[in-house]
């Protein structure tokens, strides 16, 4: 009876042990500074969400969260780094469609998994996009686009995030729906891209909002479509995809927040509520919405859902419009 009752005491006392060893290593998190990985160049809508996000999220925390940009491969490169760094809640990454169901769809041996690398904490925005031109192009309306890349296949091209990515995804998808060519040019980030839209070296990008704005505003360029559920208030003349008969064009992109694979339930569980915290700031909802993009704060599990959804939608699409794999 004793020597049962010294080992289910003996048990009992490791397991408080354990437990009162876990529970502080839980509770002081963070105790130093975060790095927020955007695998995109500064200046894109990517890079903007963070820049959004982070102030906010360091004040919540109590630790600073450092804004890093890994650009290259259409969010490849920092995606895979990100992935690989310690699963210790000190590594974040912007987590977006981009990235994390379209470019592992385009690649036949993608460098990183969406789904099994990665572990979801929350949404951050809806994302609107838009159809950019120059402002001072000839092209007016989205008709008068069509009939120009129709008239001269392949003469103009369009600038991305890099090959692979939502943006270069989403041009090809435009091009298969509406019957034109034109030549893909692929930038380290929409803001280089942006640039070189401007300086007249492509003649489209199929940008998101918020990067694009700033550029509409001042005359720069000039939006010719947008992918919304409704009109833009801040772009009443713009007609949405779906308006002009191509709703496969329609769908807002995702912008959220991930770790490493592996990273402690508790700490995803605090970050998850630090964000919640963070959209719900009035400086933050009107930040975001500043930018034409919507405030979504989810569950980890809602975030995971969609993740998975939204990678085996692009897996079809890649399929249905005959991508060649990259």
């Given at each position: 009876?004793?020597?049962?009752?010294?080992?289910?005491?003996?048990?009992?006392?490791?397991?408080?042990?354990?437990?009162?060893?876990?529970?502080?290593?839980?509770?002081?998190?963070?105790?130093?500074?975060?790095?927020?990985?955007?695998?995109?160049?500064?200046?894109?809508?990517?890079?903007?969400?963070?820049?959004?996000?982070?102030?906010?999220?360091?004040?919540?925390?109590?630790?600073?969260?450092?804004?890093?940009?890994?650009?290259?491969?259409?969010?490849?490169?920092?995606?895979?780094?990100?992935?690989?760094e310690p699963a210790d809640g000190y590594t974040l990454v912007m987590a977006v469609e981009s990235s994390h169901a379209v470019n592992p769809a385009v690649?036949?041996?993608?460098?990183?998994?969406?789904?099994?690398?990665?572990?979801?904490?929350?949404?951050?925005?809806?994302?609107?996009?838009?159809?950019?031109?120059?402002?001072?192009?000839?092209?007016?309306?989205?008709?008068?686009?069509?009939?120009?890349?129709?008239?001269?296949?392949?003469?103009?091209?369009?600038?991305?995030?890099?090959?692979?990515?939502?943006?270069?995804?989403?041009?090809?998808?435009?091009?298969?729906?509406?019957?034109?060519?034109?030549?893909?040019?692929?930038?380290?980030?929409?803001?280089?891209?942006?640039?070189?839209?401007?300086?007249?070296?492509?003649?489209?990008?199929?940008?998101?909002?918020?990067?694009?704005?700033?550029?509409?505003?001042?005359?720069?360029?000039?939006?010719?479509?947008?992918?919304?559920?409704?009109?833009?208030?801040?772009?009443?003349?713009?007609?949405?995809?779906?308006?002009?008969?191509?709703?496969?064009?329609?769908?807002?992109?995702?912008?959220?927040?991930?770790?490493?694979?592996?990273?402690?339930?508790?700490?995803?569980?605090?970050?998850?509520?630090?964000?919640?915290?963070?959209?719900?700031?009035?400086?933050?909802?009107?930040?975001?919405?500043?930018?034409?993009?919507?405030?979504?704060?989810?569950?980890?599990?809602?975030?995971?859902?969609?993740?998975?959804?939204?990678?085996?939608?692009w897996q079809k699409v890649v399929n249905d419009i005959g991508f060649q794999k990259l």
């Amino acid at each position: 009876m004793f020597p049962t009752l010294y080992r289910a005491a003996g048990a009992l006392t490791l397991a408080l042990g354990a437990a009162a060893l876990a529970a502080p290593a839980s509770a002081a998190y963070p105790d130093h500074s975060l790095q927020l990985i955007v695998p995109y160049a500064p200046g894109g809508t990517t890079d903007l969400m963070a820049r959004i996000v982070a102030p906010k999220l360091s004040e919540v925390l109590g630790q600073t969260v450092v804004v890093v940009n890994k650009p290259g491969a259409g969010g490849a490169l920092g995606s895979a780094y990100a992935a690989r760094e310690p699963a210790d809640g000190y590594t974040l990454v912007m987590a977006v469609e981009s990235s994390h169901a379209v470019n592992p769809a385009v690649h036949e041996k993608s460098s990183y998994d969406p789904v099994k690398d990665f572990a979801p904490i929350s949404n951050l925005a809806n994302v609107l996009g838009v159809l950019d031109v120059r402002g001072d192009s000839n092209i007016k309306t989205f008709q008068q686009l069509l009939d120009q890349l129709k008239a001269k296949p392949g003469r103009d091209a369009f600038g991305s995030s890099g090959s692979g990515g939502y943006s270069h995804l989403f041009g090809e998808l435009f091009l298969s729906s509406t019957g034109t060519k034109m030549l893909h040019v692929p930038y380290k980030g929409l803001g280089p891209a942006l640039v070189d839209l401007m300086a007249g070296q492509v003649q489209v990008v199929f940008d998101n909002l918020p990067s694009s704005a700033g550029f509409i505003a001042s005359g720069k360029l000039r939006a010719l479509a947008v992918a919304s559920p409704q009109r833009v208030k801040s772009l009443p003349d713009v007609p949405t995809y779906a308006e002009l008969g191509y709703p496969q064009l329609n769908t807002p992109s995702w912008f959220g927040l991930a770790a490493p694979k592996g990273t402690p339930a508790p700490i995803l569980d605090k970050l998850n509520g630090a964000i919640k915290q963070v959209l719900a700031e009035p400086s933050v909802i009107a930040a975001i919405e500043q930018q034409g993009a919507v405030p979504d704060y989810t569950t980890r599990e809602q975030f995971a859902a969609v993740i998975q959804h939204s990678y085996g939608v692009w897996q079809k699409v890649v399929n249905d419009i005959g991508f060649q794999k990259l």
